[in-house]
């Protein structure tokens, strides 16, 4: 007879279940490889497979809160602080909503919003509190990289034969919520890979952009293949991609990335970045031109103007409801199409609750940024620098449309935030140990407590 085995995971004890790296892995998985406009359709947008995997998870967590026997090594931590904060703010909105004079079809919307918000808490709290070491956590990442090239090669593929591809998926029990459309600028087709739509497929690739550079250079263990292929297609994907979002997402990374970098290797991104893109303009006739006119043509473009032309009418809405919005997810396309998700919390879940998601990504931000000036491990400082440059490219992306009624959006970001609290969590007793740092990068003098 095989007996159960039960262990310890990162405070989760899990018995017969895997550990939450190989959860957060098939939940990977299903959150890239699935195209995201399959659902289960009595579900309808809250449906998608990843997002009830998600919640599986979220119950998972809840399950091992109300029977674990240890309580000594709990360790919340500021960023699940601030994501408490954020999702009560949402509860509360979602009361709001429904105290109110409401609409049908406002109702649904704003039931479909609260379970994807409890999607996120799950995938969030799962890697926050279940990574067990930094080991397993290196692994990860890597598993996020690769899952980057890999839709990044898609992208390259579906450029090259003007095609979708996706759209031939078919899996039993799952229906499409929307049509597979063919995205064209100036005559090029604009590769979305599994997203449903462009915008979100560049914002994603941005978020992984940086973790496949921190693997590029750092995850030694791994052949020069996996270590260089997937930073090699998402390069090469984000120019013919053609969109604002994937540059500007890209510049922010870069930004945020090159300042604690060796010179040595901000030598070697400039000189390679400078020559990818020559290759690419020179060969691919006529992308240098689409690409300079969608910042030099911006005021022609139509979802440029859109966004600029509703900062008037986000005032009209927030003054019905400033504090606590009119519940996420309440704001309908007919209204306005708002492809800003910073406005769109604004009106949702008012004032508070886009001041305590703020404060979550500010929360995540800092205790990286602590932890890197003060490990000894020059591996740890990068790794930390990289999850605030993901962070950072997500954020900007959010600004350019409504990221959170898009499952790989949303589920990416808060991936990545309970991720930076795993490692401000596995961290802190390492602070204390010999230092593993390289001669290429001196550690501090002090080294303070996260």
């Keep these: 007879m095989m007996l159960a085995r039960k262990h310890r995971v990162g405070g989760l004890v899990t018995g017969l279940l895997p550990d939450s790296v190989t959860w957060l892995t098939v939940y990977l998985v299903l959150l890239l490889a699935i195209p995201s406009r399959l659902v289960l359709q009595p579900l309808a947008s809250a449906g998608a497979p990843s997002q009830l995997f998600a919640l599986v998870g979220l119950l998972w967590w809840a399950w091992y809160q109300v029977s674990r026997w240890n309580v000594a090594d709990t360790w919340h931590g500021p960023v699940r602080t601030a994501l408490a904060a954020f999702l009560a703010s949402v509860a509360l909105s979602y009361i709001g909503a429904m105290l109110r004079p409401i609409e049908a079809d406002e109702v649904s919307t704003a039931d479909v919003a609260l379970i994807a918000a409890a999607s996120w808490a799950g995938t969030f709290l799962v890697a926050h509190d279940g990574i067990p070491s930094r080991e397993r ?21 579906q450029f090259a034969t003007r095609q979708t591809l996706v759209d031939v998926i078919d899996i039993p029990g799952l229906s499409a919520n929307q049509q597979a459309f063919d995205f064209e600028r100036s005559g090029f087709t604009r590769p979305s890979g ?46 013919l991609s053609l969109s604002r979002s994937a540059v500007v997402g890209t510049v922010v990374c870069l930004l945020v990335l090159m300042p604690t970098w060796p010179a040595a290797r901000r030598r070697l991104a400039l000189v390679s970045g400078a020559a990818l893109l020559g290759v690419v303009f ?30 008037g009418l986000v005032l009209d809405f927030v003054a019905d409801s400033p504090l606590i919005g009119r519940g996420l997810g309440t704001f309908l396309p007919k209204y306005w199409i ?14 508070l ?5 703020l404060a979550t990504l500010t929360a995540a931000v800092v205790v990286l940024t602590r932890l890197r000036r003060s490990s000894r491990d020059a591996d ?38 309970g991720m930076s609290g795993a ?6 007793p390492a602070l204390r140990r010999p230092s593993r740092a390289t001669s290429s990068e001196a550690p501090p003098t002090t080294v303070p407590g996260p």
């Design 194 to 239: 599994t997203a449903t739509h462009p915008i979100e497929y560049g914002v994603v690739l941005t978020m992984f952009l940086p973790l496949a550079l921190h693997s590029a250079f750092h995850a030694r263990h791994t052949s020069l293949v996996a270590r260089w292929l997937p930073l090699a297609a998402m390069a090469l994907i984000i120019p």
């Design 353 to 357: 609750g886009l001041a305590t998601f």
């Design 282 to 311: 020179v060969t691919v006739p006529g992308v240098l031109g689409s690409f300079t006119s969608m910042f030099t043509q911006i005021e022609n473009d139509p979802s440029a103007r859109s966004r600029t032309d509703s900062y």
């Design 338 to 351: 708002l492809d800003n998700q910073l406005l769109l919390l604004l009106v949702t879940v008012g004032v």
């Design 380 to 417: 740890t400082r990068d790794l930390a620098q990289t999850l605030v440059a993901s962070l950072a490219a997500g954020t900007a992306g959010l600004a350019f449309f409504d990221g959170f009624a898009f499952p790989m959006t949303a589920g990416t970001l808060f991936l990545l935030l």
């Design 137 to 157: 956590l290196d692994l990860l990442v890597g598993r996020l990289a690769m899952g980057g090239g890999l839709l990044a090669l898609l992208g390259l593929v």
């Design 423 to 428: 490692l401000a969590r596995v961290e802190r």
